[in-house]
Every structure is written in C-alpha cells, then in structure tokens.
C-alpha cells in the first residue's frame, strides 16, 4: 500500500474512493446526531422551531469551531482521524441515550448536557472533514478533492435528512438510531485501521479502543428498549406499557394505581381515572345543543375518546375524524386495553379516519358538519399554534353548517388566563359567536373550552343517558367565570405573530418553571 506520508504523489483509486465512501458516512451521521438533538430537545423542552433553531445554530457554531482547531494537528493524520471516529462514534450515538436518562433522573441538568454534547460533538464532526481532506490532498487534486469530498458530504446529508424522519424514527426509535449511527461511525473507524494500518504506530491500542467501542455501542443497540424503559419509567413515574415514536411525537401510555395515561411528547393528554370529565364537558354542550347532529367531525382526538361521547347520538349518522398521526389511530384502534377505553369507538361503521393535516383538510374540502369537535394539544409550539390562528378558524367557518357549532378545547383559564382569552378573541375575530366556559378536571385543574357557531349557543333541554359528569342542573354553572379567570383584553392570534404561543409558554412556563 503507498504511503499518504510519503513522497509518492498518487495512490491506488480504490483507496481515494474508499474514504470518499468514508465522507458520505460521515456526513449521514453527523447530521443523524444534530436531528436527534433537535428532535428530543422538541419532545422535552416544547417549541420545536426554537429548539431546532438553537441546537442547528450551536451545532454549526461548534463545527466551525473543530474545522478551526483541525490546524493544530499536523502529524500522524491518519491516527488523529481514527481517534477522533471513535470519539464521535461514542458520544454521537450515546446521545439520544444519556438525553433520555437525564431527563429522568437529572431534568435540572438536561440543557447543559444537551447543548455540552451538541457542542461536543459537533466539534468533533467539525474536526472529520478537514482531516479527511488534508490525508487526501497528496493524491488529488485540487479541484477535485473540493468538489469530490463536498458532494459525498451533502448527498450523506441528504440520505439521513430524508431517511430520519420517514424510516429511522418510526422503526427504530431516537435511541436505536442514535446508536446505530455510532456503530457506523465506529466502522468508518475500523476501515481507516484497515487501510492505515501500516502508518500507525500504536496498532494494538487502536485494536483495543475499537473493539471497546464497538462492543459498547453494541450492547447499547441490543438493550436498547430496556433503556428507553429504564428512562421513561423513572420519568413518567408510572410503568409504561406502550411507547410509540413517529414523525410527529413520542406517544407513551402509562398503567399505574389511577390507570391508564396518555402523554404526548412528555404532556399529559388524559388520565382514565378524569378523563371522562375532559371528554364530557367537551362534547356534549356543543352537540346537545345542536339538537340532532348528523355528521360530525373531530379534528385531533386520535385517541377516540371524543368519538365515543359523539356516538352516544342516535341522529349521528356519521363522524370524520382527522388525525395527522396514523401511529395514534393505529395505537388506539388495535391494543386492546387502550380499545376498551374509548369503547372501540375508532371501529364504529360510523367512523371515517383521515390521517392529514387538519389545516390542509379543512382547505381542501367543502363538506359541511352540524357540529366540528376541535381536540388538539396546547400551543407549544409554532405547529401546533397555527392551529389556534385566526387563519383557522375562518377555513372552520367555512366547513359549519348554518345551524351547526364548533367546540374548541382551550387551555386553562386560570394557570394561562391571557392564553384562554386569546383564543377567544381569535375566534370572535372571524365572525363567529364565541361562547367560553371551563371545568375542573382533576388531572388538569381548570380547564376551558369554546363553543363558536353563526348562531348564538343555548342551553340544551337534555343529555345523552348515562353520563358521569354532566347533568342539566350543573351545567350553567361551566358557563360562569369567577374573577380571577374573567375575560382579559386580548390580541388575536395570526399566522404572521403567532402570539398565542409566546403568551402560552409565558404563562406555562411560570408555573412549570421550565
């Protein structure tokens, strides 16, 4: 094999195309290790744009910072790019591990090992590419060398951008992924021993430190699941028995004393031993006081617990739910305890299931319904808030029939007052008749909701039988507002400002402290 140190100015193609290979792997990973940051750092702290903007904008910051220090290392390249494979190969694909865990045990400390290991690592991978060059530059040239290293790089950038979102998260899961991508960050390492093995000087301690690496990351990838357990145990207190990562959300569900939970992205979404409450108070003012709804739409509520309450009308004649996540429905649909819940609603012949944006499927269609059941989570985030926009709600008009309502669940009046009230006058702000009201769920305290309709909403002469909560007597007592959950004066909430989720993370995150 010829010498990268030597004077000999070429060397065999299969060489220069095998680390040009080495590139491409290099480059899938290092944007693997920055997505998976980005992404549980969404799941856990809220405000995904604000979260992937900081973690990219850190990254990136970092691997400026490793291309810079690559000058300093000037002998023994090859040796220097294997150590620094290896360091990468072990913390990159630790990564989604140790965030996970410390965000059980240690959650004060989840944000400085988060943008410590986003700066690590990034300088690392900052580090990779510069030295690849500079071993390539005695055997290519120039020109070549730019444009050849630079293409392997962003087409492995491409391969995982694409890869991540539609394969590697949903089949494998952030902690799999995450150390899968070390193990091939590892092989990159034991290929460059291969092919250097004459140019280094400590072989067997390279040996040594491949093997542990690879042995590491590969008992990591076999326990895998038992660590994303140990994490989400300890972090939801309660034993999880079903934890599904999509595109779009981690969904766990909880068993303990209480029964079951509900969390999406580490949020609460309902507990068994309330949830009727939530779900009572959120359908039937609306629907009872239709009169006789025929066809009936819930956007959001993957779960089926609005469609069960929904089917509790002998006139409904049918109920289109929209759900972007498919994941949810199928959760919902198919494990048999979670079926029991929402009382197999989600196999109602009744029922048609619509997999799609909400906001895209109320643009593209023109069916009307007596009655739209909004059910999507809070605001955390600029996703989640165009859902709240004034922009919304007209595209909701649109889809009302003249006699129909809309309910729209609606944060808690008293812990994000300002929050409720902006939803409100977001409503108000399209032409329709608003009517706020709230209940008290245990699990969640206050909680509010709105009615809007062209018409005003009035109270209904009857309810479905059997319900747990609501009655005729107590429900005019939901439409009233103590004083410390009194309207307050509010902006409306555009696609342009977005106000609702600044103020929502404001008031949340006083009480939360995050």
Same mark, same amino acid.
């Given at each position: ?69 690559? *000058? ?6 090859? @040796?220097?790019? =294997?150590?620094?494979? &290896? %360091?990468? +190969?072990?913390?990159? #694909? /630790? ?105 280094? *000087? ?6 040594? @430190?491949?093997? =542990?690496?690879?042995? &590491? %990351?590969? +008992?990591?990838?076999? #326990? /895998? ?120 609603? &989600? ?168």
């Amino acid at each position: 094999m010829t010498s990268f140190t030597g004077a000999a100015r070429s060397a065999p193609r299969p060489l220069d195309l095998a680390l040009l290979a080495s590139v491409f792997v290099i480059a899938a990973c290092g944007l693997l290790y920055e997505l998976a940051a980005g992404a549980l750092a969404s799941y856990l702290l809220g405000d995904s744009i604000l979260q992937f903007s900081t973690i990219i904008g850190t990254y990136l910051f970092a691997m400026g910072v490793g291309s810079w220090l690559s *000058r300093y290392l000037e002998r023994q390249l090859p @040796a220097h790019f =294997l150590r620094i494979e &290896l %360091l990468v +190969a072990l913390i990159g #694909g /630790a990564l989604p591990a140790l965030l996970f865990i410390a965000n059980a045990y240690l959650p004060g400390a989840f944000r400085v090992l988060l943008y410590g290991m986003v700066l690590l690592v990034g300088t690392l991978v900052g580090l990779e590419i510069p030295l690849v060059m500079r071993i390539l530059k005695r055997n290519v040239a120039l020109k070549d060398l730019v444009s050849q290293v630079l293409t392997f790089d962003y087409l492995g950038a491409l391969a995982v951008s694409l890869a991540f979102p539609l394969v590697l998260v949903p089949q494998l899961g952030l902690v799999r992924t995450g150390l899968l991508f070390g193990l091939m960050n590892a092989a990159v390492a034991l290929w460059a021993l291969y092919l250097f093995w004459h140019e280094l *000087r400590r072989r067997r301690a390279f040996v040594a @430190a491949c093997a =542990l690496v690879l042995s &590491l %990351l590969g +008992a990591g990838l076999w #326990g /895998a699941d038992h660590i994303t357990t140990l994490a989400e145990d300890r972090f939801y207190q309660d034993k999880v028995v079903a934890a599904v990562t999509s595109p779009y959300q981690r969904i766990v569900v909880t068993q303990g004393r209480n029964g079951h939970r509900l969390y999406l992205n580490g949020n609460l979404q309902f507990a068994q031993q309330d949830e009727y409450r939530y779900h009572e108070a959120l359908v039937h003012p609306a629907m009872a006081a239709q009169g006789a709804p025929k066809r009936v739409a819930v956007l959001g509520g993957g779960d089926g617990m609005a469609v069960r309450e929904i089917l509790k009308y002998p006139s409904v004649e049918s109920v289109t739910l929209v759900e972007l996540d498919p994941a949810m429905t199928r959760l919902f649909a198919t494990d048999a305890t979670l079926r029991r819940l929402n009382g197999d609603a &989600l196999h109602s012949p009744k029922l048609t299931i619509r997999n799609e944006d909400a906001f895209q499927w109320l643009q593209q269609g023109d069916d009307m319904f007596d009655v739209i059941v909004v059910d999507f989570p809070d605001p955390t985030n600029f996703a989640i808030g165009k859902l709240y926009t004034n922009s919304f709600y007209a595209l909701l008009e649109r889809r009302l029939a003249a006699s129909g309502y809309a309910v729209i669940q609606t944060t808690s009046p008293l812990i994000a007052r300002q929050s409720f009230w902006t939803v409100v006058t977001t409503i108000e702000s399209v032409g329709l008749t608003a009517t706020p009201y709230h209940a008290h769920v245990p699990s969640f305290g206050e909680w509010g909701y709105v009615i809007a309709g062209r018409r005003p909403w009035h109270l209904p002469t009857q309810l479905p039988e059997g319900l747990r909560f609501l009655d005729l007597p107590s429900l005019p007592l939901l439409f009233d507002f103590p004083r410390d959950m009194a309207r307050l004066p509010a902006e409306v909430n555009r696609l342009s400002n977005q106000v609702l989720v600044h103020t929502y993370e404001r008031e949340w995150g006083h009480v939360t402290g995050h």
